[in-house]
C-alpha cells in the first residue's frame, strides 16, 4: 500500500512541476509556445500527463535508440531527446499546445531536466526515505 501511495504522489508532483513549468514558459514566451487557456489550466495539466507517460514509456526507447549519438557528443543530444517530447505533444494537442520552433523547445526541454534532477533529489528521495 506504501508503494502504491508512493508512486501516485511521484505521479502527482511530477504532472504539477511539468505544468506549473508549461504554464510558466508560456507567460514568459508568449510569441512561441501557445497553451490554450479556455479552460483554466486543463491543457497545461493534460500536456504535462502526456509528457509523463512519454517520459516513462517512449523516452528509454529513444535514449537506448540514440545512445551512439549520445556518446559521440559527449551526453549533449540528451535534451534534444527531450525536444522530440514536447514536439510529440505538440502534435497529439494540435491548436491546444504548440511549440513553434526548436530553441524554445531545447529551453524548456534543458527546464524540464533540471526540474526533475531537483524533484528527484529535494522532494522524492527524502519521500521514499520515510
Avoid: Q
Avoid at 24 to 35: A, G
Avoid at 81 to 98: A, D, P, Q, R, T
Avoid at 112 to 129: D, F, H, Q, W
Amino acid at each position: 500500500m506504501k508503494n502504491k501511495l508512493r508512486n501516485i504522489l511521484d505521479w502527482l508532483i511530477s504532472i504539477i512541476g511539468y505544468s506549473l513549468i508549461l504554464v510558466t514558459v508560456e507567460l514568459l514566451f508568449k510569441k512561441t509556445m501557445y497553451i490554450d487557456n479556455s479552460y483554466y489550466f486543463l491543457w497545461p495539466f493534460i500536456a504535462s500527463i502526456i509528457i509523463y507517460v512519454l517520459n516513462k514509456t517512449v523516452k528509454p526507447l529513444i535514449i537506448w535508440l540514440t545512445l551512439p549519438i549520445t556518446g559521440i557528443t559527449l551526453g549533449l543530444f540528451y535534451p534534444f531527446i527531450n525536444v522530440l517530447i514536447l514536439k510529440i505533444v505538440s502534435f497529439i494537442l494540435k491548436g491546444h499546445f504548440e511549440v513553434k520552433g526548436i530553441f524554445l523547445a531545447f529551453l524548456i526541454a534543458i527546464i524540464i531536466s533540471i526540474m526533475n534532477i531537483l524533484m528527484e533529489e529535494l522532494v522524492l528521495k527524502p519521500l521514499r526515505r520515510k
